[in-house]
């Protein structure tokens, strides 16, 4: 079978993976799936600059990152249609969430985030109503991850989408998941222990960068930014010694 491309967003050397959350979220549910031996599923990543794409991503009609292609015709550049196509062709394993209170605990979280980073609200206190209902969903589930005791798409979703959170908020505006919210914790720590997370996680440099260049989020200095293209690339992926005090599950 040939082998799928998927294209996400470059970060600032045009080389590096972007901060784009959604384009994370696609790479990690692509290495979930190749993880399993049952898997035929091989696939690679390229970067693209969209302001200056190399010719073979304008020759296939693709103008935004992520995007999907898949033999000689197969393209597609909708997130929805990306993600079903990789169910539909390679079903096993299955990363399907039925699970309509985990989907209840995480609906408006991403929301929350962008109204906060946007300014919409000036303070974070929806953002953290949403981050203590999701501390409470994990203080009532047995489950390591949000479904099940294995990721499924839910948590290729949130998981990015916390860790923009944490990276990008931390950045911009001084905002710190509150270390009281242990169980919160606990499942990003149980996130960032996966292989699929680490190896699609973009540098906390590139996240802080994909933030600050949206024409709607709090724009950083021009020494802040100068600082962050030249630092070596750092990747967050550790949590709080005093958010380390919650309930203890294992993945598997």
Request: a neutral charge; glycine letters at 4%.
């Amino acid at each position: 079978m040939e082998p799928v491309v998927l294209w996400v967003k470059a970060g600032s050397d045009g080389v590096r993976l972007g901060g784009d959350p959604l384009c994370h979220q696609i790479f990690m549910i692509l290495i979930e799936k190749s993880l399993s031996p049952d898997s035929d599923l091989i696939f690679s990543v390229k970067t693209v600059n969209e302001a200056k794409p190399p010719p073979e991503f304008r020759e296939a009609g693709l103008r935004h990152a992520p995007a999907l292609q898949h033999g000689d015709d197969l393209i597609l550049s909708h997130q929805d249609e990306i993600i079903d196509y990789i169910d539909r062709k390679f079903p096993i394993p299955s990363l399907k969430c039925d699970c309509s209170a985990a989907s209840n605990a995480t609906a408006n979280l991403f929301r929350s985030f962008a109204f906060f980073i946007k300014e919409v609200n000036t303070d974070p206190k929806a953002l953290n109503t949403e981050l203590v209902r999701l501390d409470r969903y994990f203080s009532d589930i047995s489950t390591s991850f949000l479904a099940a005791d294995h990721l499924t798409h839910l948590d290729c979703y949130i998981l990015p989408k916390l860790h923009t959170i944490r990276i990008a908020l931390g950045a911009l505006k001084g905002y710190e998941i509150p270390s009281n919210l242990h169980n919160l914790w606990g499942y990003m720590k149980r996130g960032y222990a996966t292989e699929s997370f680490r190896k699609s996680c973009p540098s906390d440099q590139e996240i802080i960068l994909y933030w600050a260049e949206r024409p709607d989020t709090p724009n950083l200095t021009s020494q802040k930014r100068s600082q962050l293209y030249r630092q070596k690339t750092t990747y967050s992926l550790d949590i709080p010694v005093d958010a380390q005090n919650g309930k203890i599950k294992l993945n598997g």
